[in-house]
Nanobody, 122 residues
C-alpha cells in the first residue's frame, strides 16, 4: 500500500510565497519522477513542474522563474517553492509520483495525492 500526501497549501496575498510538500510512504521500492499538477475551477489539470530521480527539472512556462521544485530522496518527499504568487496561480495542487513497490514483479506505477488548495487573493 502506498500513500501520497500533500501539505502546505493555504491563502496568500498576491506577491507572497508558499512551500508545498509531497510525501510518499508505504511499501515503496524505488521512486522515479515526482510531479506537481494543478487544477483551477473549470479548467483542465495542468503540469506545473517535474523532477527526475537524478534531479533534472522542467516547468510550465507560466511558472518559470517563480516556482522551484526540489526533492529529498532520503525522505521520499518533493517540494514546490512558490514565489511571487499571482491570483491565476489559485488552484488545487496535486502531487504525482512514479514508483515501484516492494511487490514482485516490479512494476512502475504512478500514484496521486488528494490535493492541497492554494488561493492567491487580497
Amino acid at each position: 500500500q502506498v500513500q501520497v500526501d500533500e501539505s502546505g497549501g493555504g491563502l496568500v496575498q498576491p506577491g507572497g510565497s508558499l512551500r508545498l510538500s509531497c510525501a510518499a510512504s508505504g511499501s515503496i521500492f524505488s521512486i522515479y519522477a515526482m510531479r506537481w499538477y494543478r487544477q483551477a475551477p473549470g479548467k483542465q489539470r495542468e503540469l506545473v513542474a517535474a523532477i527526475t530521480s537524478g534531479g533534472s527539472t522542467n516547468y510550465a512556462d507560466s511558472v518559470k522563474g517563480r516556482f522551484t521544485i526540489s526533492r529529498d530522496n532520503a525522505k521520499n518527499t518533493a517540494y514546490l517553492q512558490m514565489n511571487s504568487l499571482k491570483p491565476e496561480d489559485t488552484a488545487v495542487y496535486y502531487c504525482n509520483v512514479d514508483l515501484t513497490t516492494t511487490a514482485w514483479p516490479l512494476r512502475l506505477t504512478d500514484y496521486w495525492g488528494q490535493g492541497t488548495q492554494v488561493t492567491v487573493s487580497s
